[in-house]
């Protein structure tokens, strides 16, 4: 069974600071891996994801993760945060051609303006 | 359209009630999924339903009992739940996995369920 770790449960950042969050998982296979982003209030949606190719990839509202396979990794970064990216952010994972979609724990980050 | 609709929003149940709880999507997707979601965790995964045939039960009581009617519709059925069971429930949809590369999951906003 896959399983999604997220070592920052809480970031609190100034306006203009990089980001980077954390995520590693554990499965023997091939996955897809996928940031979602869950703003306060509001339902989960898709910052990113990864299914195969260039394993740095590039989301919406200038998110990026990268994939480094050798330490099952795939972290979140943005160069310059902003007070509205203020929200919970989910690593998820699937093993290839399956339907099980794994949340992390989540990592809910504060910006202050 | 890439909506996944859920009805209603919000749901005050005792513990006595039945209800349902919809999900409505129409992107053609073959792969619908409930999750639930206590405040500041993550979605766990309840139930899968690949091709209108339930593919995944995480042992999930039996007071849930999911429901496929068609490939567009999801049901969530709830008997007899405890307070414990008050969460955020979520559906969500997917083109199918077992046959692609990959592909995200939609999600709906939520039925916001209180049981009293």
């Known amino acids: 069974a896959q399983s999604v770790s997220q070592h920052n449960h809480h970031v609190i950042l100034s306006e203009a600071a990089s980001l980077e969050l954390g995520c590693n998982y554990s499965y023997g296979g091939t996955v897809n891996l996928f940031w979602y982003v869950q703003y306060p209030g509001q339902h989960l949606q898709l910052l990113l994801k990864?299914?195969?190719?260039?394993?740095l990839v590039k989301g919406i509202k200038g998110f990026e993760a990268e994939f480094i396979k050798s330490k099952f990794s795939f972290n979140l970064r943005k160069p310059s945060v902003q007070w509205s990216d203020t929200a919970e952010y989910f690593c998820a994972v699937n093993a290839r051609g399956g339907n099980m979609l794994t949340f992390g724990g989540g990592t809910r980050l504060m910006v202050k303006p | 359209d890439t909506e996944v609709t859920q009805t209603p929003k919000h749901l005050v149940m005792g513990m006595t009630n039945k209800k349902s709880l919809k999900c409505e999507q129409h992107m053609g997707h073959r792969a619908m999924y409930w999750y639930k979601q206590k405040a500041k965790k993550p979605p766990e995964l309840m139930f899968v339903y690949s091709y209108e045939k339930l593919s995944i039960n995480e042992s999930v009581p039996s007071r849930f009992s999911p429901e496929c009617p068609n490939s567009s519709l999801l049901n969530l059925h709830l008997h007899a739940l405890q307070p414990e069971d008050s969460a955020l429930y979520l559906c969500?949809?997917?083109?199918?996995?077992?046959?692609?590369?990959?592909?995200?999951?939609?999600f709906g906003q939520g039925t916001r369920l209180t049981v009293v």
């Open positions: 990864y299914f195969s190719g260039d394993p």
């Open positions: 969500a949809s997917s083109r199918s996995g077992t046959n692609n590369v990959g592909s995200e999951a939609f």
